[in-house]
């Protein structure tokens, strides 16, 4: 069995404590020892890594991930790819997610039925790199909901399924578990951009919601909703969702409904898309103006409120900013650090909590990944830098001067590196 030795770091270990010097040993896929301060890990016959200084922390893990969205403008632009080009592309893009830090990816939709699946089965298979994966269906969605692109007398497509009736709903989701996902992802609220399903929409009804619900728990995967306004995020909630997107326009009641689900469910607002939507889109033809017009300035100053509302009531909160279009390209992901850290006030010690400790709970891997810690996965990053200083660090990846995923090397080390950054 392989065994590493980082030696020389500091060890950030994604549980909220200050970090501390220490070594720590990899043996197969997990980590085997931590020694804090002047103790020594293990020697044996290790490969022996001296992190000069550098921070040795858990790998990250994207809460809202689309590796199959080709950063077009439009959705429909994203229909119009061929499934051999398109498997292509989201095999690169799982590739440069892990190049960017990401060792675990919770998936918020495919753009095709099984795109996810075998990617997910490949990276597994050793086949091609790439992080962990949790392979979620596409968009399942009503008749004039988010992701309905049709137009009548043209083909169109994108990331939607569209469904009506409990039926057709249930019939969908188990075809997709049978294709193998593991998480299926519904549309009951609308979004600002679609004009005949805004925001503040609640476009799929309950017995809906329960269809797929229904079908999720027989067979133990999991629910994940695109829930902007209240009334989706307490349907899904009643259903038994665990995943809630956005949450952004909650009430009193959601907010009441949420904390006390807070247990077993994650949210992820996934505000990087807001963000770039609002103040980045200039050169897709999406001024500021426009974007205020349609509504997303009022829908993120209500998410900030909404969120810091539900930190106070000790929701788990975490980082995935629904990266993939045209202004917010996949790659950046770890912006949304930086954007817990301006918007919701956390440290960025939280965030990186919220990135790591919490993702492996929402991996459902709580007891084994996400922490730097003897007896977890070895998926570690080392970074040429202090992060819980200035979380934007993370955004770089050439300041990720190692990435390890599952005990193997992504990314190795350049020895000579660190060294002549010193010098200078
Ligand atoms: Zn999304």
Redesign the pocket.
Same mark, same amino acid.
């Given at each position: 069995m392989g065994r590493i030795l980082f030696a020389n770091v500091r060890v950030l270990d994604g549980n909220g404590g200050a970090p501390f010097e220490g070594e720590v040993l990899v043996e197969g896929n997990r980590i085997k020892q931590v020694a804090r301060d002047r103790a020594r890990a293990e020697r044996g016959n290790a490969e022996l890594i001296d992190g000069q200084g550098q921070t040795l922390m858990p790998g990250l893990v994207e809460a *809202?991930a *689309?590796p199959s969205?080709a950063n077009t403008a439009s959705l429909e632009a994203l229909g119009e790819i061929p499934p051999e080009e398109h498997t292509l592309l989201a095999m690169k893009h799982v590739r440069l997610l892990l190049d960017h830090g990401f060792t675990s990816l919770c998936c918020?939709?495919a753009a095709k039925p099984r795109l996810d699946v075998v990617i997910r089965n490949a990276i597994r298979a050793g086949d091609i790199p790439g992080p962990r994966m949790l392979a979620a269906s596409p968009?399942l969605t009503v008749t004039g909901g988010l992701g309905d692109v049709r137009l009548k007398h043209l083909h169109r497509d994108t990331f939607a399924i569209v469904c009506d009736g409990p039926e057709e709903f249930r019939r969908v989701a188990r075809e997709m578990c049978r294709e193998g996902v593991d998480i299926l992802k519904i549309n009951p609220s609308g979004d600002n951009f679609v004009p005949f399903a805004l925001a503040q929409h609640t476009v799929m009804n309950e017995w809906e919601i329960a269809a797929v619900c229904e079908v999720a728990r027989s067979r133990g995967k999991r629910v994940a909703t *695109?829930a902007r306004s209240a009334e989706s995020v307490k349907l899904s909630l009643r259903q038994g969702c665990e995943i809630i997107?956005h949450a952004t326009l909650c009430d009193g009641e959601a907010l009441d409904m949420l904390e006390a689900a807070k247990d077993r469910i994650f949210v992820a607002p996934?505000l990087g898309?807001t963000h770039a939507t609002l103040y980045e889109a200039g050169p897709w033809g999406v001024s500021e103006e426009m974007a205020t017009r349609f509504g997303l300035k009022h829908e993120l100053e209500m998410a900030v409120a909404n969120l810091k509302e539900m930190r106070r009531r000790g929701i788990r909160i975490l980082p995935g900013g629904?990266y993939?279009f045209a202004w917010n390209p996949i790659g950046r992901n770890a912006r949304d650090l930086e954007h817990f850290v301006r918007y919701l006030d956390m440290t960025p010690m939280q965030a990186i909590e919220a990135a790591t400790r919490l993702g492996g709970q929402l991996m459902q891997q709580g007891e084994e990944l996400g922490q730097v810690k003897a007896g977890y996965l070895a998926d570690l990053l080392l970074v040429d830098g202090q992060p819980e200083r200035d979380v934007t660090i993370l955004q770089d990846k050439d300041r990720l001067t190692a990435i390890l995923k599952d005990g193997q090397f992504h990314k190795r080390p350049v020895p000579a590196r660190a060294a002549v950054r010193a010098a200078e």
């Amino acid at each position: 069995m392989g065994r590493i030795l980082f030696a020389n770091v500091r060890v950030l270990d994604g549980n909220g404590g200050a970090p501390f010097e220490g070594e720590v040993l990899v043996e197969g896929n997990r980590i085997k020892q931590v020694a804090r301060d002047r103790a020594r890990a293990e020697r044996g016959n290790a490969e022996l890594i001296d992190g000069q200084g550098q921070t040795l922390m858990p790998g990250l893990v994207e809460a *809202h991930a *689309h590796p199959s969205f080709a950063n077009t403008a439009s959705l429909e632009a994203l229909g119009e790819i061929p499934p051999e080009e398109h498997t292509l592309l989201a095999m690169k893009h799982v590739r440069l997610l892990l190049d960017h830090g990401f060792t675990s990816l919770c998936c918020a939709a495919a753009a095709k039925p099984r795109l996810d699946v075998v990617i997910r089965n490949a990276i597994r298979a050793g086949d091609i790199p790439g992080p962990r994966m949790l392979a979620a269906s596409p968009e399942l969605t009503v008749t004039g909901g988010l992701g309905d692109v049709r137009l009548k007398h043209l083909h169109r497509d994108t990331f939607a399924i569209v469904c009506d009736g409990p039926e057709e709903f249930r019939r969908v989701a188990r075809e997709m578990c049978r294709e193998g996902v593991d998480i299926l992802k519904i549309n009951p609220s609308g979004d600002n951009f679609v004009p005949f399903a805004l925001a503040q929409h609640t476009v799929m009804n309950e017995w809906e919601i329960a269809a797929v619900c229904e079908v999720a728990r027989s067979r133990g995967k999991r629910v994940a909703t *695109h829930a902007r306004s209240a009334e989706s995020v307490k349907l899904s909630l009643r259903q038994g969702c665990e995943i809630i997107y956005h949450a952004t326009l909650c009430d009193g009641e959601a907010l009441d409904m949420l904390e006390a689900a807070k247990d077993r469910i994650f949210v992820a607002p996934t505000l990087g898309v807001t963000h770039a939507t609002l103040y980045e889109a200039g050169p897709w033809g999406v001024s500021e103006e426009m974007a205020t017009r349609f509504g997303l300035k009022h829908e993120l100053e209500m998410a900030v409120a909404n969120l810091k509302e539900m930190r106070r009531r000790g929701i788990r909160i975490l980082p995935g900013g629904d990266y993939g279009f045209a202004w917010n390209p996949i790659g950046r992901n770890a912006r949304d650090l930086e954007h817990f850290v301006r918007y919701l006030d956390m440290t960025p010690m939280q965030a990186i909590e919220a990135a790591t400790r919490l993702g492996g709970q929402l991996m459902q891997q709580g007891e084994e990944l996400g922490q730097v810690k003897a007896g977890y996965l070895a998926d570690l990053l080392l970074v040429d830098g202090q992060p819980e200083r200035d979380v934007t660090i993370l955004q770089d990846k050439d300041r990720l001067t190692a990435i390890l995923k599952d005990g193997q090397f992504h990314k190795r080390p350049v020895p000579a590196r660190a060294a002549v950054r010193a010098a200078e």
